[in-house]
């Protein structure tokens, strides 16, 4: 392990957390109406653009507005910044026969099931089922991102043994 890997973990979790917080502040930063606020709300607009189509009916909207990502996206980033949360604080592993790509493969398998669904009936599922279906995704993705920098014996974040210096009572 390299000596910037507790840096890349945390840069990792903060990313992820702020990401999903921006999400839900955004929308409420587009009604305060102030130049600055109306061109942070901008960016995150644009940059949610990049990975989502961010179509209106297919989008959580907040105080009238809508968010700046789809359902399924805001499901995928806020179960990203939970598992990132998750593993930084616990030693969740799950080292065992399954490699990582078949992981990840099986965690689309409720979005692909929601599409097909869509697909073959007509009716699109709501906006609930849409996030709940992306949070595997997320999650899993987070978690695999974060593994390699596990130090092999169960211990996240490069954190010494007997655990982190916060656990310690004295």
Not at 42 to 66: D, I, K, M, N, T
Not at 113 to 141: C, K, L, Q
Request: hydrophobic share 55%; aromatic share 10%; net charge positive.
């Amino acid at each position: 392990m390299g000596r910037f890997d507790p840096l890349i973990r945390r840069v990792f979790l903060a990313g992820a957390v702020a990401w999903a917080v921006l999400l839900f502040v955004t929308p409420l930063l587009t009604k305060a109406a102030t130049p600055g606020a109306d061109v942070a709300a901008l960016a995150v607009y644009v940059a949610g653009s990049v990975v989502c189509h961010q179509r209106p009916e297919r989008s959580f909207h907040l105080a009238g507005v809508q968010m700046p990502v789809c359902a399924r996206c805001t499901g995928i980033y806020v179960a990203a910044a939970i598992a990132a949360v998750a593993v930084a604080v616990a030693s969740i592993r799950g080292r065992g026969r399954w490699p990582a790509w078949a992981i990840a493969l099986v965690s689309t398998v409720p979005s692909v099931a929601t599409i097909v669904y869509e697909w073959t009936t007509g009716d699109m599922p709501s906006n609930w089922v849409r996030a709940a279906a992306g949070a595997p995704m997320g999650a899993v993705v987070s978690w695999l991102v974060l593994r390699p920098f596990d130090d092999g014996r169960g211990r996240p974040f490069g954190v010494a043994q007997g655990g982190p210096a916060w656990s310690k009572v004295e």
